[in-house]
C-alpha cells in the first residue's frame, strides 16, 4: 500500500470521526474552518480525546488557532488536543508555544482489504449492535475512565456509516469495535475490551469479523490509529505501520 494515500485515507477518516463526536450529544458541536475539523463536546470538559482538532496544513491551524481556543473556553472545556500526522515536528513546535503538552503517539496503521477474509470460529457469540451505551461502558471500563465520560459523549450517532459490533462471553458484552466506512475505506475506533476478557483473542476476532464484512460491503481500505496496547493487534492481522502519529494536548 503506498504510503501517502494511505495516510490520507486514515487522515480524512478521523476528520470524520471527529465530526462524528461533535454531533453525538445533544450540547456538542463541530467547529469548521478551511481545512479544519474539530469538535466540541462540553459534557466531557476534562476529556481531551473528546476535544480534538484534525487539520490539512499548519498554516490553516495556525491562523484560527486562537478562535479555536476561545470557543472552548466559552464551553468551559477544560482540556482540548490535535492530532498530528506522523512527521508534524513543525505543529508540535508551534503548539507547545501555545502551552500545548505531549499527550501520546497513536501509530498511524492501514492495510488492503482485496484480499482479507475471515472464518468465524465456531461458537464465538457476536453482533452487530445499535446500544451506544454498551459501546461506551465497555470503552470506560477496559481503559479506566473515571466517571461516564464516554457515555456522555457518546449519546446519537445518527451516521448510517457507521457501525458497532460487541463480543460476548456467556452472555455478557465483553469487547467492541466500531467502524466508519467512507469512500470505500473502513476506519476502526473504540475498540474495547474489558480487562477480565483480555488477551483471549477477543478484540483481535471481532476485528476480524467487522473488517470482513466491510470488505462485503465494498471497502477496499481499512485505517486505525493504534495506541501502543494495540499495536501488536492490528499489526498481526495484517496493518502496515505508516509511523508514529502525536497527541498535543491543552490542560487548564
Not at 512527521?87 to 482489504?113: T, Y
Not at 495506541?227 to 502525536?246: E, R
Amino acid at each position: 500500500m503506498d504510503v501517502r494515500i494511505a495516510s490520507k485515507l486514515l487522515h480524512d477518516s478521523l476528520k470524520a470521526f471527529v465530526a462524528l463526536l461533535g454531533r453525538a450529544a445533544s450540547t456538542s458541536s463541530v467547529l469548521e474552518y478551511p481545512g479544519i475539523v474539530a469538535s466540541l463536546v462540553p459534557d466531557t470538559p476534562e476529556r481531551s480525546i473528546f476535544n480534538s482538532v484534525v487539520y490539512d496544513r499548519l498554516e490553516q491551524l495556525d491562523k484560527v488557532y486562537f478562535d479555536l481556543d476561545r470557543h472552548y473556553v466559552r464551553a468551559g472545556v477544560r482540556a482540548w488536543t490535535v492530532w498530528l500526522m506522523p512527521g508534524a515536528e513543525d505543529a508540535a513546535n508551534l503548539l507547545s508555544q501555545h502551552g500545548h503538552r505531549f499527550d501520546g503517539a497513536p501509530v498511524a496503521m492501514a492495510r488492503d482489504l482485496d484480499t482479507f477474509s475471515f472464518d468465524v470460529p465456531a461458537h464465538f457469540d457476536w453482533a452487530p449492535t445499535k446500544n451506544l451505551g454498551t459501546v461506551a461502558t465497555l470503552n470506560e471500563e477496559a481503559y479506566g475512565l473515571r466517571g461516564s465520560s464516554f457515555r456522555a459523549a457518546l449519546r446519537r450517532v445518527d451516521d448510517p456509516d457507521a457501525r458497532f459490533y460487541i463480543a460476548r462471553v456467556a452472555g455478557e458484552p465483553m469487547s467492541c469495535v466500531m467502524l466508519l466506512e467512507k469512500n470505500a475505506n473502513c476506519g476502526v475506533y473504540c475498540v474495547a475490551t474489558l480487562p477480565s476478557a483480555q488477551a483471549q483473542g477477543l478484540s483481535s476476532t471481532l476485528i476480524s469479523i467487522a473488517l470482513n464484512e466491510a470488505r462485503q460491503r465494498g471497502c477496499t481500505t481499512a485505517t486505525v490509529q493504534a495506541m501502543p496496547m494495540g499495536y501488536s493487534v492490528f499489526h498481526k492481522l495484517g496493518f502496515q505501520d505508516l509511523g508514529k502519529m502525536a497527541l498535543w494536548e491543552l490542560r487548564r
